[in-house]
């Protein structure tokens, strides 16, 4: 199996069934996991030197930390129905989520230093847009963009219809170069309707001394260190994913690969933007 392939565990007593490190993943970013709760559970954890951005992936839940009180969330049974609730929650900071029904969880997390206060984010308050057309068309849901307050985490979800593609045309973000690249590392957690579908994901450089394809299927994180990553949603099969990304710097500008770069041109076939 690929090493940037993270695969769901099965026999996690409490719920936690992705489990990514910068360690484990060789880099030094970012860190995700995943929990699927049943009612009743109670997942309490310490952000440590880190921040965390909790979403709510699915189910309802009651939520909250040090310095802000709990309350029920809950906007959606599956990842695929509008946007989330979601919880920022700063360094050295204690949480808590209990399940009031069946609850998957995204705990998405990045270094910071602290200073700013933690805060529920709303459906609301998620900025939705719909990017690319015909068989590039995807929904997009900012949760965290470098717009709203953080340190480093950025965090966002996107929902491409059954066979379009998405992150494409392919981009990539692995060198810090002023205004024209950001250095962001990368997870994608993908969740297929129904689940027995799979998605095709490729991370290449442009030397290909990395050139991956990636079968995921429902549950599967793939991890982008470097390189172009665009995404492949099978006929029949409605795809979600959830990003997490952060780097030394908290903006995100992205290189397009050159040869497919003129896609984006006005009048080509399949267009507007090669965002996420």
């Known amino acids: 199996m690929s090493d940037l392939l993270v695969k769901p565990s099965t026999h996690a007593e409490d719920g936690q069934i992705i489990h990514v490190t910068p360690a484990s993943a060789g880099w030094k970013y970012v860190g995700f996991d995943v929990f699927d709760l049943k009612v009743g559970a109670t997942v309490t954890r310490e952000t440590g030197d880190r921040e965390v951005v909790v979403v709510l992936v699915k189910g ?72 690319g057309a015909g068989a590039n068309l995807r929904h997009v849901r900012h949760i965290l963009p470098e717009t709203e307050p953080a340190e480093s985490l950025l965090v966002v979800e996107s929902v491409t219809p059954a066979g379009n593609w998405s992150s494409y045309p392919p981009h990539r973000h692995d060198t810090d170069h002023g205004e024209q690249q950001t250095y962001l590392e990368e997870t994608y957690y993908h969740r297929v309707s129904p689940p ?50 952060a780097g030394p710097r908290r903006t995100w500008h992205v290189h397009n690969e050159p040869a497919h770069e003129w896609l984006l041109q006005p009048g080509a076939s399949v267009a507007v933007d090669g965002a996420r």
């Open 196 to 245: 027995q579908g799979f998605a095709i994901q490729r991370v290449y450089t442009d030397d290909r001394s990395l050139d991956e394809t990636l079968a995921a299927y429902d549950k599967h994180v793939v991890l982008v260190p470097r390189g172009y990553h665009p995404v492949a949603a099978a006929h029949g099969y409605d795809l979600y994913y959830l990003n997490v990304m």
């Open 60 to 131: 309802h839940a009651m939520v909250g930390c040090e310095g802000l009180a709990s309350r029920a969330i809950g906007a959606r049974m599956t990842p695929f129905d509008g946007a989330p609730w979601s919880m920022y929650v700063p360094p050295h900071t204690r949480y808590t989520i209990v399940a009031t029904d069946d609850v998957e969880l995204g705990i998405c997390s990045a270094p910071a230093k602290g200073g700013l206060p933690p805060r529920f984010i709303a459906p609301e308050e998620v900025k939705q847009e719909t990017r």
